[in-house]
């Protein structure tokens, strides 16, 4: 029996085993809406697309399997696109459906038109305009094979209204032919070779471990690289998770906002070995004086990674799980040295500090976070200061519990991942740290968390200021604060409004307190932390700096 | 350094597209670029000179290899290769002047393809020095209109850049 292109892409998701989407109905959608009506497949309506992209993308990273989105044409389309590119800079499988115009409309301006594809050219790991119902299920499959291999991204299928409508015999395809895609898994056996090598003669390793550890699902090997080499490990930002923070090789992170034990260390080390990293301007800091003592092994999938900023000395391109499973197999056990005794000296010394003055501080709110969650909670976060303070004074110990956006650096970013998080993971406490800036950005979503009944604990920060433009404009614009300083709601009555919890916190000892409430509540609960207003988050490599010139912390 | 990439992509709706926006966000220089249909209606095959030392290079290979509709690269710099460009040139030619460039386009075996009152019409094919070299040498009778077609290449004997291998697919 022919079926409509509409319950054709329903069909295909369910092939693809999607459990959930995200979505905002329109008029260039709706055909595909009407079949969801009659079908088994959890739709979450958001309150605005942006959400919509974003949870798909929180629930992506909280569970490994791809997130879906959908949205109508024109602007539904174009409300997307800052989640798509946030998907698009830390490699997230996703895959956007969006509604087109019918085809015959196509290119003249029609109602609702843009040209979303090209739109998303530069921000999606491919799109596709589908303008034939034959072509539908076979481009739905190829959606979801590139999205999820090789080095994951968003990828976005445009579907015009005739095609969702028109029939066709639906079988979905068991293989794929896409000529030019072909992603590479295992590494070069010569190049691991030379590493093993490299490794064999290194007297101080540093492993650097990005975002791309925890999307292989490498933590293992990671883990068992680091005990075989006895190399302190830091990661990126978006590498949090991959390695437990409280094993004594770890450092923490780097970078601009890095602890300063895993900068020295990287600046002083003889052999840096990046495992799924990109060696970004927040990490590298001034680029001629990073690591500048060392060799660099390389291992990604991505081979436009490899010497796109730095040069490599032992480049390995493919699946890092693969390739460090076949790396620790020809390691042998190293011994430790005054290497691993110099950093722990530098752990000791330079631990991550605030000042205690009896004033509410962001950083001890994250402690007690740590504290009240043992550690296992799924954090999402916003970006700016709360970012810096999520990654800095809560120990992950465990992939895919830190959820933030790094490459992009989207603002309103972490509430809606909150719940996508929250819906691919529902036994998990998850928990968005906001800022009072960032929380304004997709504050909406408190009625889509409301009435599905998600429940996300928000801590917003809330200083009254865009405390990271701040922090910039005090350290680096003479203290003008020009239009940093920023009003809101207030938030317990706004959170009360939406049907949700809301409890304000001004005083240190009423923290854990609010912590276990909001978390027993078991439903959305909005915390409205008034901490100091003039905190900085510290220490800092000042932009374009040497990494191991920090100032503060 | 000039490079010549031979590229073969999907012919698919968007992939030049797709291609020159790679080149102008990354910041890569295109030269030029020629595309055209290959045996196979399926795959069309471009011709990129790009400018860059061999990092750029690399990058670029690389970049356009993460397109998905790209099927095949090949940078035939340093091979031997046969490279040919097309142009057409409209020169003021007043009756008193038409026997000299007759004999110019004579020396560069060229051909005159159209014939107004005051203006001809010349087509001319050769690698990039002779396009030039006929460029200059109608300069001073007036080139009121020029077009050209950008570079394309093959490389010279049994090598190629191909997808003889996947042709049971097509």
Request: charged share 20%.
């Amino acid at each position: 029996m022919p079926l409509s292109g509409a319950q054709i892409i329903i069909k295909s998701l369910q092939e693809e085993g999607v459990d959930a989407i995200f979505g905002y109905p329109g008029g260039q959608i709706l055909p595909f809406y009407d079949a969801l009506y009659d079908s088994s497949l959890k739709h979450y309506l958001v309150r605005h697309e942006q959400g919509a992209a974003h949870a798909a993308d929180g629930y992506a990273r909280a569970t490994g399997r791809p997130g879906v989105c959908v949205a109508t044409s024109g602007p539904g389309a174009t409300n997307l696109v800052t989640g798509i590119a946030t998907a698009y800079m830390d490699s997230v499988p996703m895959v956007a459906l969006t509604g087109q115009v019918a085809c015959a409309l196509l290119g003249k301006d029609s109602f609702q038109e843009a040209d979303i594809t090209g739109i998303t050219l530069p921000i999606t790991k491919h799109n596709f305009l589908v303008n034939d119902v034959c072509d539908l299920a076979r481009t739905i499959k190829e959606a979801f094979h590139i999205a999820t291999t090789g080095r994951p991204g968003p990828v976005l299928v445009d579907l015009p209204r005739d095609v969702q409508v028109n029939k066709t015999k639906f079988k979905y395809p068991d293989s794929i032919h896409l000529k030019g895609y072909k992603p590479t898994t295992d590494g070069n056996k010569g190049q691991i070779n030379n590493a093993v090598k490299m490794i064999g003669e290194a007297k101080r390793p540093v492993i650097y471990a990005g975002g791309g550890v925890v999307i292989s699902g490498a933590s293992a090997e990671l883990f068992r690289l680091a005990e075989l080499t006895l190399s302190p490990v830091t990661t990126t930002l978006m590498g949090i998770g991959a390695f437990p923070e409280t094993h004594l090789l770890s450092v923490g992170m780097l970078g601009m906002h890095g602890t300063r034990a895993a900068n020295y260390a990287v600046s002083e080390c003889d052999l840096l070995i990046a495992v799924g990293a990109r060696f970004d301007d927040r990490v590298t800091g001034k680029i001629d004086e990073f690591a500048p003592r060392a060799k660099i092994i390389h291992i990604d999938v991505d081979p436009a990674e490899i010497g796109k900023n730095v040069r490599i000395d032992v480049p390995i391109v493919g699946d890092v799980r693969q390739v460090l499973t076949e790396l620790n197999s020809k390691l042998q056990q190293h011994l430790a040295t005054d290497w691993q005794d110099k950093v722990v000296r530098w752990k000791e010394k330079h631990p991550l500090v605030y000042k205690d003055n009896g004033s509410l501080k962001p950083q001890y709110i994250i402690e007690q976070i740590y504290e009240v969650t043992k550690g296992e909670a799924i954090i999402a976060t916003e970006v700016g200061q709360n970012q810096m303070w999520a990654a800095q004074f809560y120990q992950y110990t465990a992939p895919r519990t830190f959820i933030s956006s790094g490459g992009l650096g989207t603002m309103g970013y972490g509430f809606p991942a909150a719940i996508g998080a929250k819906v691919g993971r529902p036994e998990k406490t998850v928990i968005d740290i906001a800022g009072d800036g960032s929380i304004q950005m997709n504050i909406q979503e408190l009625a889509t968390a409301v009435y599905y009944n998600i429940p996300v604990v928000v801590a917003i920060l809330n200083n009254g200021f865009l405390g990271m433009v701040r922090q910039w404009q005090e350290i680096f614009y003479d203290r003008r604060y020009s239009y940093t300083e920023i009003t809101g709601p207030d938030f317990v009555k706004l959170a009360e409004a939406y049907g949700a919890m809301g409890i304000r916190v001004t005083d240190p000892k009423e923290v854990k307190p609010a912590l276990k409430k909001a978390i027993a509540a078991n439903r959305p609960v909005l915390i409205d932390f008034i901490v100091e207003r003039e905190e900085n988050a510290l220490p800092m490599v000042p932009p374009g700096g040497a990494i191991h010139k920090m100032i503060g912390g | 350094m000039r490079h010549i990439l031979a590229v073969l992509v999907e012919n698919n709706p968007g992939v030049l597209t797709r291609v020159a926006g790679l080149f102008s966000r990354r910041g890569y220089n295109i030269d030029s670029l020629s595309v055209g249909r290959t045996e196979s209606p399926h795959i069309s095959r471009m011709t990129i000179v790009v400018e860059g030392d061999d990092l750029v290079l690399e990058q670029v290979t690389k970049q356009l290899h993460k397109l998905i509709d790209v099927i095949k690269i090949n940078d035939i710099t340093s091979e031997q290769y046969v490279d040919r460009e097309l142009v057409l040139i409209k020169v003021g030619a007043d009756p008193s002047v038409r026997g000299e460039i007759i004999q110019i386009v004579d020396i560069f075996r060229a051909r005159i393809v159209d014939i107004g009152r005051r203006s001809l019409i010349i087509e001319c094919t050769g690698d990039e020095g002779k396009i030039n070299a006929v460029m200059e040498s109608l300069k001073p009778f007036g080139i009121k209109e020029l077009v050209r077609t950008g570079k394309i290449a093959m490389l010279r004997g049994q090598k190629a850049t191909s997808l003889n291998e996947n042709r049971e697919d097509d």
